[in-house]
T-cell receptor, first 113, second 110 residues
Framework: KAGVTQTPRYLIKTRGQQVTLSCSPI?????VSWYQQTPGQGLQFLFE???????NKGNFPGRFSGRQFSNSRSEMNVSTLELGDSALYLC????????????FGPGTRLTVT | EDQVTQSPEALRLQEGESSSLNCSYT??????LFWYRQDPGKGPEFLFT???AGEEKEKERLKATLTKKESFLHITAPKPEDSATYLC???????????FGKGTRLSVIA
């Protein structure tokens, strides 16, 4: 089975721009979560989706948004980028709702200049 | 709010020198715990799920154990390829998302 894929893998943007990141979960997985990872803060939860519904949202400003499509693919968007948004953005899918282990993609490395 | 603490933050071992990593937590209604391994620049790789106190799981040189308040990841006779950051995340009984520890960065020197 193919793993979780994320595109693009690397991205450089300028402050004030917006960005859209994409995630394709493992086939059959309907639960998708997004995380931001920085050296100082570790893995920080952004969103969780299940069957196109947002189940949870982390403590991030409204500039961070996401959605999930009927085929379970997910996107997240960050508007009005700030330097502090530079991070590794990770997507994870799970075979079960709520208590399943999560399988992570390789991440998208976003650099904001 | 769930809290997770991993110790030590960094650990340097000689090849073959066994040790343990600790994951302690305060969680409302612990239902289980996940361990992950993360190599630099990559996404975390799932290792184990533990569901009940006293449970143990093994994979090659790694053995994970669980109590009500903490979990240990024991590394027996490590090799340089075991060098990575190890993350834990307890699973609570509510509908809140996983909270990951900040990890233990393990370096195994040949």
């Amino acid at each position: 089975k193919a793993g979780v894929t994320q595109t693009p893998r690397y991205l450089i943007k300028t402050r004030g721009q917006q960005v859209t990141l994409s995630c394709s979960p493992i086939s059959g997985h309907r639960s998708v979560s997004w995380y931001q990872q920085t050296p100082g803060q570790g893995l920080q939860f952004l969103f969780e989706y299940f069957s196109e519904t947002q189940r949870n949202k982390g403590n991030f400003p409204g500039r961070f948004s996401g959605r999930q499509f009927s085929n379970s693919r997910s996107e997240m968007n960050v508007s009005t980028l700030e330097l502090g948004d530079s991070a590794l953005y990770l997507c994870a899918s799970s075979p079960r709702d709520r208590d399943g282990e999560q399988y992570f993609g390789p991440g998208t490395r976003l650099t904001v200049t | 709010e769930d809290q997770v603490t991993q110790s030590p933050e960094a650990l340097r071992l000689q090849e073959g020198e066994s040790s343990s990593l600790n994951c302690s937590y305060t969680v409302s209604g612990l239902r289980g715990l996940f361990w992950y391994r993360q190599d630099p620049g990559k996404g975390p790789e799932f290792l184990f799920t533990l569901y009940s106190a006293g449970e143990e799981k093994e994979k090659e040189r790694l053995k994970a154990t669980l109590t009500k308040k903490e979990s240990f990841l024991h590394i027996t006779a490590p090799k340089p390829e075991d060098s990575a950051t190890y993350l834990c995340a307890p699973l609570n009984s509510g509908n809140t998302p996983l909270v990951f520890g900040k990890g233990t960065r393990l370096s195994v020197i040949a």
